[in-house]
């Protein structure tokens, strides 16, 4: 196949800022080789689905989820997007998952891809059910639980730690009654998978819907749902883990488990990496940083 010819389908799950989308949706869309899948989270669709670029390769997939930190409503956005595109009909070399808050910052992604089109671009590392950190899908964590509290003093943060600590000390008081009889794995929610593996986990989940069952109540299971299909499949020898992603965790209580906001001085570090993506950005945060990364990079 000649690189003129390799297709990618990008899902993206928004929330904000469609000016900042569209310089990224421009960065990864002009080149020819792309479609747009864009899920916009219900709370703001009608505030950002108005400002997003109109074009015949960019669609906004119709159901609407109202996307929570730490919930399996953020799997449910990805599940939209992957059936939008089995929806679709087109056949796709890859799949790439982003946030609207993404950049490209290194060119030539799909020179790269075509080098490289049987390979899944996914951070994950196996965990086993043994694992302290299995509370996160066998403790049934109740929805209050599964929300982003800055605070390190809210009240519903610190039952959160609680139950966390109970189950390292071997009692779960809320236990999941769905079982896990598979490896788990964990990593970042994002990455880069060939179409037909993203084909392999919409079939998996139709004809197991027990799996989405034992995921319904876990806590972040975006960081396990996805990864843990794909390295029990026949493809796990295909992982690179490695999902082309550039980003940088805080280290106060406040965001010590989420993503800086990138700005000028975040440059060095970003090109130092030699990602192809990085996250996240904000143009009410710094622009210029923006503006800096659409005129260097292009997926071409």
């Known amino acids: 196949?000649?690189?003129?010819?390799i297709r990618i389908a990008y899902l993206l799950?928004?929330?904000?800022?469609?000016?900042?989308?569209?310089?990224?949706?421009r960065q990864i869309s002009e080149d020819g080789h792309s479609?747009?899948?864009?899920h916009i989270d219900k709370k703001s669709f009608d505030a950002v689905s108005t400002g997003i670029i109109k074009a015949g390769n960019i669609k906004i997939v119709e159901e609407r989820i109202d996307v929570k930190w730490g919930d399996i409503s953020q799997v449910d956005a990805t599940?939209?997007?992957?059936?939008?595109?089995?929806?679709?009909?087109?056949?796709?070399?890859?799949?790439?998952?982003?946030?609207?808050?993404d950049l490209l910052v290194r060119n030539a992604l799909v020179c790269y891809l075509e080098a490289n089109k049987n390979k899944i671009f996914m951070n994950a590392r196996k965990l086993g059910n043994a694992?302290?950190?299995?509370?996160?899908?066998?403790i049934k964590w109740p929805r209050f639980t599964r929300k982003r509290y800055d605070s390190v003093l809210h009240p519903c943060r610190i039952l959160r730690s609680a139950f966390i600590r109970l189950y390292k000390f071997g009692i779960n008081i809320m236990p999941n009654p769905n079982r896990l009889p598979l490896d788990p794995y964990r990593g970042s929610q994002w990455f880069c998978i060939p179409g037909i593996v993203a084909e392999y986990i919409v079939d998996y989940l139709g004809k197991n819907p027990w799996y989405y069952e034992t995921f319904k109540n876990a806590?972040?299971?975006?960081?396990?749902?996805?990864?843990?299909?794909?390295?029990?499949?026949?493809?796990?020898?295909?992982?690179?883990?490695?999902?082309?992603?550039?980003?940088?965790f805080g280290h106060s209580h406040r965001d010590n488990n989420h993503p800086v906001t990138l700005t000028m001085k975040s440059i060095p570090e970003i090109e130092k990496s030699e990602m192809f993506f990085a996250r996240k950005f904000d143009q009410a945060v710094d622009n210029e940083v923006i503006e800096y990364f659409c005129r260097r990079c292009a997926s071409l």
């Open 35 to 38: 479609d747009v899948y864009v």
């Open 13 to 25: 799950q928004v929330h904000k800022n469609p000016d900042q989308l569209n310089k990224f949706i």
């Open 131 to 138: 694992h302290p950190d299995a509370y996160f899908w066998k």
């Open 79 to 101: 599940l939209c997007l992957l059936r939008g595109v089995e929806k679709s009909g087109q056949k796709y070399d890859f799949v790439c998952l982003r946030s609207g808050q």
């Open 219 to 248: 806590l972040a299971p975006d960081e396990y749902f996805f990864q843990t299909i794909i390295m029990n499949s026949p493809y796990a020898s295909d992982v690179v883990c490695n999902n082309l992603t550039y980003l940088r």
């Open 1 to 5: 196949m000649g690189r003129k010819d």
